[in-house]
C-alpha cells in the first residue's frame, strides 16, 4: 500500500454496523501494518473496512456503494490516492 499522496481524497469513516447476516472479505491490505484495510461486500453493495489500530471494536468502514465506485475508491486507498 502507498503512502497517503498530497491532495488525496478524505474518505468519511464511520462505526463498523452490523447491517448484513453475510459478509465476505474480497480483498485486504497486510494485516501487520495499520490501519489494515479491506475490502468488502454484503447485501449486493461494497465497501471498504479500516482497523486502526489493532482493537476490534474500533472498525471503521466507509459508505456502502455499487461495486463499480467501490472498486475505485479500493484503488484510490492502495495507491494512496485516498485515506
Known sequence: ?????????????TPSLKRADRLRIRDHTCGCTYPM???CTAGGLWFVRRHPIRNPATVLESAWMPA??????????????AQ
Open 68 to 81: 463499480r465506485a467501490a472498486q475505485a475508491l479500493w484503488l484510490q486507498i492502495l495507491s494512496g490516492q
Open 37 to 39: 484495510f479491506e475490502f
Open 1 to 13: 500500500m502507498a503512502p497517503a499522496q498530497v491532495g488525496s481524497v478524505r474518505v468519511e469513516w
